[in-house]
Nanobody, 125 residues
Framework: QVQLVESGGGLVQSGDSLRLTCAAS????????MGWFRQAPGKEREFVAA????????YYADSVKGRFTVSRDNAQNAVYLQMNSLKPEDTAIYYCAVRFKAWYGYGDSRGYDYWGQGTQVTVSS
């Protein structure tokens, strides 16, 4: 079993930056695919970014490509999401998740086995 805890969210203005951290415990996450998703009020959870076992294979949603960067530190058992040039439409609860097996595509939330509790990101205009 893996416990995931997100942190780093907050209230910022349009154009600002935030760095989210996903700290894992209970099991090493370095052999596994990690994803970031978000859910805005009244909307379904959507894929944001993911990173494979080899850190050179990140994936991004088109809406965040060029602004967000996902990375991992296996020594710290953590994954990060650097968010730059934030926009009001980025406002959501952000979740990290771990995928043990590739039953679904990296952007499909059904394929992830454990989730954190989420961290709120609010971007004001």
């Amino acid at each position: 079993q893996v416990q995931l805890v997100e942190s780093g969210g907050g209230l910022v203005q349009s154009g600002d930056s935030l760095r989210l951290t996903c700290a894992a415990s209970g099991r090493a996450i370095n052999p596994y695919f990690m994803g970031w998703f978000r859910q805005a009020p009244g909307k379904e959870r959507e894929f944001v970014a993911a990173i494979g076992v080899s850190a050179g294979a990140p994936y991004y949603a088109d809406s965040v490509k060029g602004r967000f960067t996902v990375s991992r530190d296996n020594a710290q058992n953590a994954v990060y999401l650097q968010m730059n040039s934030l926009k009001p439409e980025d406002t959501a609860i952000y979740y990290c998740a771990v995928r043990f097996k590739a039953w679904y595509g990296y952007g499909d939330s059904r394929g992830y086995d454990y989730w954190g509790q989420g961290t709120q990101v609010t971007v004001s205009s």
